[in-house]
């Protein structure tokens, strides 16, 4: 305990990190999530000593909060084997280790249990398979991906701690092997260390760093439990603005309790040119934004507490769609866009679209012969072409419609 009081101390004092804002609870966010990125934990990668450091750092929030540990035989800590290839039909080489979760408890005596989850791996000096960094080897450092998600855990436990809301035990679980596939999560559903048949619900924050300027915060499994979107659109905080899918399969720690048909959310503010690269640094993020998704989630979980425990549904599979794609456009989706189209958020260099002339902030509205009212009709327009085929694109750009011809 003595490190980190001496890191907070150096962070607060060093470079003037919290001159904006009086907030105690931002200001700590801001620690944890500058720590959890810093270039010490090497990219927080499951197995290696980056993990560890991360690790302690999480058990000993925890601790400071007033939790309980909850993990294996007493400790704060969930251990788990894994076996990770970057090739999903190779029978041998990758890597394998040990990686484990941190799981602390607050218990209200009640009924039920609500799980708040947010992985803390990320990819090290750039895992094969998942960094889409083409540089030499350098530090993954994953602010956004997930150092944001696990500040956002550590402030609803502290928000939790003194919150009336009683009606629920909260189960805080810090992820690792997440990057590598899901494993901490599968691993703990597989092993939980409470009765999975009485948790109500289970919420997960991944990537909740980057609240763009329209405030929209996306949130996934809305179809996994009836009273979600009877409740989330009652939910006004600091004007954010809701898009949800339904679908509980997704590539987070969400869809492994789903799969234990337990309701579940999660939580994104969108991808960005930083995604799985090392310029997702800690100065990148949004803090307020951060702050405001955080007291979003609050306030869900607040008014979530008199209505006992949620009805779990099954949802369609709304991911299925992209595994036949043959071709790439080449740019990064806004997923976070609620208008008509698909708005693309970074063109990719030396890809086809960038080719084409098409630009971050074009709303593609028609590929070929498909008209793109949303990100699944992009997806299936791609789906209609081979590898060398010539499409015709058209975007909105601004108050105009614009026409491509993309060589894919």
């Given amino acids: 305990m003595k490190f980190f009081n001496l890191l907070f101390f150096l962070l607060l004092f060093s470079g003037g990190l919290f001159a904006q804002s009086p907030d105690k609870a931002l200001q700590q966010m801001k620690v944890d999530v500058v720590y959890l990125a810093s270039n010490l934990l090497e990219g927080r990668m499951t197995g290696e000593e980056g993990e560890r450091l991360a690790a302690d750092y999480i058990a000993a929030r925890f601790e400071e909060i007033g939790l309980k540990p909850m993990g294996q035989n007493g400790s704060w800590f969930h251990n788990f084997r894994f076996h990770y290839n970057s090739n ?111 948790v109500n619900y289970m919420l997960n924050m991944d990537m909740v760093g980057r609240l763009n300027e329209e405030k929209v915060l996306a949130i996934n499994g809305a179809g996994t439990s009836p009273m979600w979107k009877e409740v989330l659109p009652t939910i006004q905080v600091d004007s954010i603005k809701i898009k949800t899918t339904d679908s509980g399969i997704g590539p987070s720690d969400q869809t492994s309790f789903y799969l234990k048909d337990i309701p579940v959310l999660h939580f994104f503010t969108g991808q960005h040119t930083d995604y799985h690269k090392p310029s997702d640094d800690s100065e990148l993020v949004n803090y307020d934004g951060l702050h405001s998704v955080s007291k979003f989630i609050a306030t869900l979980v607040e008014t979530l507490d008199q209505k006992g425990k949620l009805a779990f549904t099954k949802t369609k599979d709304e991911q299925k769609q992209g595994a036949s794609f043959k071709v790439s456009l080449g740019v990064m989706p806004d997923y976070v866009y609620d208008g008509e189209g698909m708005r693309i958020d970074a063109v990719i260099e030396g890809k086809p679209a960038e080719k084409a002339g098409l630009k971050a902030g074009d709303v593609v509205v028609k590929i070929g012969d498909v008209e793109v009212k949303d990100i699944y009709d992009y997806m299936e327009g791609l789906s209609k072409f081979n590898k060398g085929d010539k499409a015709t694109v058209k975007v909105k750009r601004k108050d105009k419609v614009v026409e491509k011809e993309v060589v894919f």
């Fill in 88 to 198: 999903p039909h190779a029978t041998e080489g990758g890597i394998e280790g040990t990686g484990k979760n941190v799981v602390g408890y607050l218990d209200n005596n009640a009924p039920t249990t609500v799980i708040i989850g947010a992985h803390y791996d990320h990819l090290g000096h750039g895992l094969d398979g998942s960094s889409l960094y083409t540089g030499e080897p350098a530090v993954h450092n994953g602010a956004d991906d997930n150092a944001s998600g696990v500040a956002c855990m550590l402030y609803l436990a502290e928000y939790l701690k003194n919150s009336n809301a009683k009606n629920n035990n909260y189960l805080f679980i810090g992820f690792s092997g997440e990057e590598l596939g899901l494993f901490g999560s599968k691993r703990f559903t597989e092993n939980p260390t409470i009765d999975l048949g009485k």
